[in-house]
């Protein structure tokens, strides 16, 4: 027996946000359109003295509504966007597992070890006698296959499984 560190359980929830509400927006299609008109203006009046003088006259620009500008309301949809968050289902610990601890292995359980799990296509690297990157990811597969614990490390149901002398 040795004492092993069962590292923390986390799952990634995915889950929706809304990145902007939902809005309404006032859009002016089409501006007002003006139009020049020209009116004649009394300047100054006509004024009744023993002689008549006639009324001045000047023509003057004035702009003057022809057609209202025209209003839509466009309904802009929510912007959502999906958002994946890790979340821990279960803390890490420790606990005393039945697994072969470093000074109980050997080169020879590995090299068996490494030779099994080539074998089954698991790819654990050459059959070199060494625990390295290679075996430890083709265990961490063959146990997650096989719905074994041990994350990696070589357990006594693992070398069972696998026939291995020890």
């Given at each position: 027996?040795?004492l ?5 359980v ?5 889950k ?5 509400p ?7 299609v089409k501006?007002a359109l003006?139009?020049t ?9 006509a ?5 008549t003088i006639?009324?001045l ?16 309301v ?5 912007v959502?966007?999906s958002?994946?968050?890790t ?20 080169g020879?359980i ?15 690297g050459?059959v ?6 290679k075996?430890?990811?083709?265990v ?5 296959d096989?719905?074994?614990?041990g994350?990696g490390?070589?357990t006594?149901?693992l070398?069972d499984?696998l026939?291995?002398?020890?």
């Open positions: 027996m040795c092993v560190e069962v590292p923390a986390y799952e990634t929830v995915k929706r946000v809304q990145l902007k939902e809005s309404t927006k006032r859009v002016v501006k003006y139009k008109v020209k009116t004649r203006v009394v300047e100054q009046p004024k009744t003295v023993t002689r006639p009324a006259y000047a023509t003057v620009e004035v702009k003057k509504l022809v057609k209202d500008s025209d209003t839509t466009a309904s802009i949809p929510a959502y966007e958002v994946n968050k979340s821990k289902v279960d803390d890490g610990f420790l606990t005393w597992a039945p697994i072969l601890c470093e000074t109980n292995v050997t020879d590995v090299r068996q070890l490494q030779q099994t799990l080539n074998e089954q296509g698991f790819k654990a050459p070199d006698g060494v625990y390295g990157w075996t430890t990811n083709a961490r597969a063959y146990q997650r096989n719905k074994m614990a994350d490390q070589l006594i149901a070398v499984a026939k291995l002398n020890y």
